[in-house]
Nanobody, 118 residues
Framework: QVQLVESGGGLVQPGGSLRLSCATSVNIFKFYIMGWYRQAPGKQRELVASITTGDSADYADSVKGRFTISRDSTKNTVYLQMNSLKPEDTDVYYC????????????WGQGTQVTVSS
């Protein structure tokens, strides 16, 4: 069983930065695509950024140039560096691990709140 624990959320002013962390219980980066999603109340969860087993990153158009996803295999941790934050980035952010071949192995963290407000 894979466990994901997010941290790093909080309140930040517009234009500020935050770094989210997602610690995994085991080293899964060789087999799992890691992603960050976000969800506002009453809305569908949307993909923000993902990174493949081959280190290829992809981003939602709304965050390109501002957010960066990365991972540290030595720490079993995935990061989301968020710069130039906007009020519309306010959401609960979730870490996701999805097996690259077996879709039934799909795990979520508990979520961390990010609020961008002056």
């Amino acid at each position: 069983q894979v466990q994901l624990v997010e941290s790093g959320g909080g309140l930040v002013q517009p234009g500020g930065s935050l770094r989210l962390s997602c610690a995994t219980s085991v080293n899964i980066f060789k087999f799992y695509i890691m992603g960050w999603y976000r969800q506002a109340p009453g809305k569908q969860r949307e993909l923000v950024a993902s990174i493949t087993t081959g280190d290829s990153a992809d981003y939602a158009d709304s965050v390109k140039g501002r957010f960066t996803i990365s991972r540290d295999s030595t720490k079993n941790t995935v990061y989301l560096q968020m710069n130039s934050l906007k009020p519309e980035d306010t959401d609960v952010y979730y870490c996701n691990a999805r097996h690259q071949l077996l879709s039934k192995y799909n795990y979520w963290g508990q979520g961390t709140q990010v609020t961008v407000s002056s």
